[in-house]
Structure formats: structure tokens, C-alpha cells
């Protein structure tokens, strides 16, 4: 059984840097993509960015573009996302997810994600 599992959120201030995590049990197959959303309540959970097992490739959406990088650990079946200049506005709680079905072409659409973690909350304030 597939497990996601989120860490490193926290409050920090604007302007700051955090690093979040994701590490993944249970995965048997080979090439997927991982992916990060963000979800503030009441709202739609929204596509932050992905990375695809097979070529590294990455996608990132339009508000966290030049900001945010997402990077991955093939040993440790890990992701992590990397968030610069920080924002209020990215304050939400933060999900990972695995589209077990694609290995390149990373999509926005939260539908086609299999698995997802339990979320880490990340604040932006001063």
C-alpha cells in the first residue's frame, strides 16, 4: 500500500525560504510522477508543481514559477519542494500526490493522482 508522507511546514516570514518533503513507502512500480497542490479551506486544491520519475523533467504552475523548485531522492522515493520568497498568499496546506499512471507529462489536474499524503500546513506571516 502506498504511503505519502508530508514534513517540514511551518510558519516563517515573508520574504523567507522553507523546504518541504515527501517520502514515499510501498511504491512498486518504476515510473510516475510526483506532484505537490496546495489547498486553502474553502478553496479548490490547486497544482503547485511536479516531477517525473523518468527524466526529471518539471512543471510548475504560473504563481510559483522562478520561486519554488521541486526536486526528487530516487533512493529515498522522496520529493521535495523547495519554496523561496515567500509569500502571504502561499499560505496553505501543502499535499503531495503520485500519478501512478503517467511517467512524463506532468499534470495539473488533481484527478489523476492516485495517492496523496496527509498534507503539512505552511504559514506566511510576519
Known amino acids: 500500500q502506498v504511503q505519502l508522507v508530508e514534513s517540514g511546514g511551518g510558519l516563517v516570514r515573508p520574504g523567507g525560504s522553507l523546504t518541504l518533503s515527501c517520502a514515499a513507502s510501498g511504491v512498486t512500480f518504476s515510473n510516475f510522477i510526483m506532484a505537490w497542490f496546495r489547498q486553502a479551506p474553502g478553496k479548490v486544491r490547486e497544482f503547485v508543481g511536479g516531477?517525473?520519475?523518468?527524466?526529471?523533467?518539471?512543471s510548475y504552475a504560473d504563481s510559483v514559477k522562478g520561486r519554488f523548485t521541486i526536486s526528487r531522492d530516487n533512493t529515498k522515493n522522496a520529493v521535495y519542494l523547495l519554496m523561496n520568497s515567500l509569500k502571504s498568499g502561499d499560505t496553505d496546506i501543502y499535499y503531495c500526490a503520485i500519478d501512478r499512471l503517467h511517467a512524463l507529462g506532468i499534470r495539473a489536474s488533481r484527478s489523476v493522482y492516485d495517492y496523496w499524503g496527509q498534507g503539512t500546513q505552511v504559514t506566511v506571516s510576519s
Open positions: 516531477i517525473s520519475w523518468a527524466d526529471r523533467s518539471t
